[in-house]
């Protein structure tokens, strides 16, 4: 099982981003999917999440209207797009398979994480 979660880097508030993770050892298709992000010194946190098919998602209150999530299961690949950024947006960012179809289901196989660093 692989993801390699890429995209991350330095950007100013205000600016965007958009992270990929490619996947593969996985049923993707079959998978929810998840991206997660911890800055330093905290929990990993959820950020947001997408069923199997992309029909429902769910995102953390501080970042909806701002970021989406979004798969190509052709590709077995998520996203996250990433608008507006702001400082606390800071942190390392890890997408996550799910171990069922849903959202409600577990996040079991991790990436290795891609660094997101917000300047003010």
């Known amino acids: 099982v692989q993801l390699q979660a890429y995209g991350g880097g330095l950007v100013q508030a205000g600016g965007s981003l958009r992270l990929s993770c490619a996947t593969s050892g996985i049923t993707f298709s079959g998978s929810a999917m998840g991206w997660f992000r911890q800055a330093p010194g905290k929990e990993r946190n959820f950020v947001a999440g997408?069923?199997?098919?992309?029909?429902?998602?769910s995102y953390t209150g501080s970042v909806k209207g701002r970021f989406t999530i979004s798969r190509d299961n052709a590709k077995s690949t998520v996203y996250l797009q990433m608008n507006n950024l702001k400082p606390e947006d800071t942190a390392v960012y890890y997408c996550?398979?799910?171990?069922?179809?849903?959202?409600?289901?577990?996040?079991?196989?991790w990436g290795q994480g891609t660094q997101v660093t917000v300047s003010s």
């Open positions: 997408i069923n199997y098919n992309g029909g429902r998602t």
């Open positions: 996550a398979a799910y171990s069922g179809a849903l959202i409600t289901s577990t996040p079991v196989d």
